[in-house]
Each structure stands twice: as structure tokens, then as C-alpha cells.
């Protein structure tokens, strides 16, 4: 019985210190600083936003909210096979918080599909966004990062959980910063995004 109770007060405390280092971040973006700011949040279905520049895009919910386009695809591998890699560019238009602009990044993706890509159902995937700091305007000018994505894809429609940080270039972006990082916090658990 002892040893269960110690097993809990470990716990609780830990629980405490985490929820406590987890306030204590954010108020340290509010102080000016320009560190990263993590950000979550889901890319939604191919469709779910257009522009008449870039056409249909991805709709971005969570930290970042806006719109997400792929500007180039380009395949690695042949497509006669189940696992399949590609690279390419992507734009994102929108905010971050009160921080607003645009960024392009590059990309790495892999998936696995049930049989030859691309006539085949994508079984899982997932990106990786390097954020290019010399293609962002607006708020996101000078801005670097890193972005990543994990594809649902067995349910209709699809979506993409992302997480990652970007680092604002400016000290002025630190309470908008905090502010998409604490609104980020409560839609993290159901965000995405896809390449």
C-alpha cells in the first residue's frame, strides 16, 4: 500500500512540474524573445481552400491558419513500387497568432501504398518542411523552422496532423507567437497536413 501511494505522489509531482514548465514557456515568448514558437495543428482535405492564384489547396487549422499549396511534386523511385518517395516545394499564406504572411517550404516525403503508387491506396505517409527563411514575406520574413506531417488516411476525408516550430525573425512576433502556441495547445490532438 505504501509503495502505491509514493508510485502517485511521484507521479502528481511530476504531472505538476510538466504543467508548470509548460505556462512558464509561453510567458517567456511574451517577454520579447525570439525564439521558436511550437506550433500543431491539422492540414485538412485536398479542396478545402482555394485562391484564384494557386487553385485548390489544403486548408490549415490549429497554429497556423490559412492555406497550403504544393508547387512541385517531384518522384524518387520508380512506380511500380509499394514504398515511394518524392521532394518538392510547398507555400503556406495565412497567421500564426496575429503574425501574418506568407512561407515556402521544402519537403521530403515518404509513403507506403497497398501495390504500385500511384494506382494504388496510400497505407501511410508522412513529410518533413524545412521552412526556406528567404521565400517569406509579411510577418514570416526571415522566418525558419521546421515542419512535420503524418497522413490519415483511412478515413474519408483525409487529413494531416502537423507539429514543428518556427523561429519569427522579428521580437515584435513574441506575444503573437505566444498566442498561436497557446491556441495551438487545444486543438493539437486533432490537427494534420499532407505534401
Keep these: 500500500m505504501t509503495t502505491h501511494r509514493r508510485v502517485r505522489a511521484v507521479a502528481l509531482g511530476i504531472s505538476v512540474l510538466a504543467a508548470s514548465l509548460t505556462l512558464a514557456a509561453p510567458a517567456a515568448l511574451a517577454a520579447g524573445s525570439t525564439g521558436a514558437t511550437t506550433v500543431r495543428g491539422t492540414q485538412l482535405a485536398f479542396g478545402s481552400c482555394e485562391d484564384e ?3 485548390e489547396g489544403y486548408a490549415m487549422s490549429g497554429a497556423l491558419e490559412g492555406c497550403w499549396w504544393i508547387l512541385t511534386f517531384v518522384p524518387k523511385g520508380g512506380e511500380d513500387k509499394a514504398h515511394y518517395r518524392a521532394t518538392g ?3 503556406f499564406e495565412g497567421c ?14 515518404t509513403a507506403k ?25 509579411g510577418g514570416f520574413a526571415d522566418a525558419s523552422g ?14 494531416y496532423p502537423y507539429w ?9 512576433a513574441g506575444g503573437a507567437a505566444r498566442t498561436a502556441r ?10 494534420g497536413t499532407t505534401c
Excluded: M, N
Design 53 to 55: 492564384q494557386h487553385g
Design 96 to 109: 500564426l497568432g496575429s503574425v501574418c504572411g506568407s512561407f515556402d517550404t521544402t519537403y521530403s516525403f
Design 146 to 159: 521546421e515542419l512535420s506531417f503524418h497522413d490519415v488516411v483511412d478515413v474519408s476525408p483525409p487529413f
Design 113 to 137: 501504398t497497398d501495390g504500385p503508387w500511384p494506382t494504388s491506396p496510400e497505407i501511410h505517409g508522412r513529410c518533413h518542411h524545412p521552412i526556406d527563411a528567404e521565400k517569406g514575406t
Design 89 to 91: 516545394t510547398e507555400h
Design 164 to 172: 514543428g516550430s518556427i523561429h519569427l525573425a522579428t521580437s515584435s
Design 182 to 191: 497557446l491556441g495551438s495547445v487545444a486543438t493539437a490532438t486533432g490537427s
